[in-house]
Nanobody, 123 residues
Framework: QVQLVESGGGLVQAGGSLRLSCAAS????????MGWFRQAPGKEREFVAA????????YYEDSVKGRFTISRDNAKNTLFLQMNSLKPEDTAVYYC????????????????WGQGTQVTVSS
């Protein structure tokens, strides 16, 4: 399995931006489709964005379309999530995850998870 470590979370005011990173190690990074998920207090973990193995296709949850951008650098074994125009409702722990599928959005399809990074957006 691939090991994943997220970074880049923090506290930001509404309207601000953050860039999350997810460093991968272990098996070849380019053999995994990747995704970002988030979990707010008292809520279930939910899908945010996904990217295919080569980075050519992206898929987003409706509430983040036009604000968030998922990308990857296979040469550096790193996944990114650029988050702009942040809203208080984006507050959550953000997780990166890996799937052996080329592209996926269901939690059950992802077999490796990071430990999460906290994002807090103040109003």
């Amino acid at each position: 399995q691939v090991q994943l470590v997220e970074s880049g979370g923090g506290l930001v005011q509404a309207g601000g931006s953050l860039r999350l990173s997810c460093a991968a190690s272990g098996r070849p990074f380019s053999s995994y489709g990747m995704g970002w998920f988030r979990q707010a207090p008292g809520k279930e973990r939910e899908f945010v964005a996904a990217i295919d193995m080569m980075g050519g296709y992206r898929y987003y949850e409706d509430s983040v379309k036009g604000r968030f951008t998922i990308s990857r650098d296979n040469a550096k074994n790193t996944l990114f999530l650029q988050m702009n125009s942040l809203k208080p409702e984006d507050t959550a722990v953000y997780y990166c995850a890996a799937t052996r599928n080329n592209m996926a959005s269901r939690i059950a399809d992802f077999t490796s998870w990071g430990q999460g990074t906290q994002v807090t957006v103040s109003s």
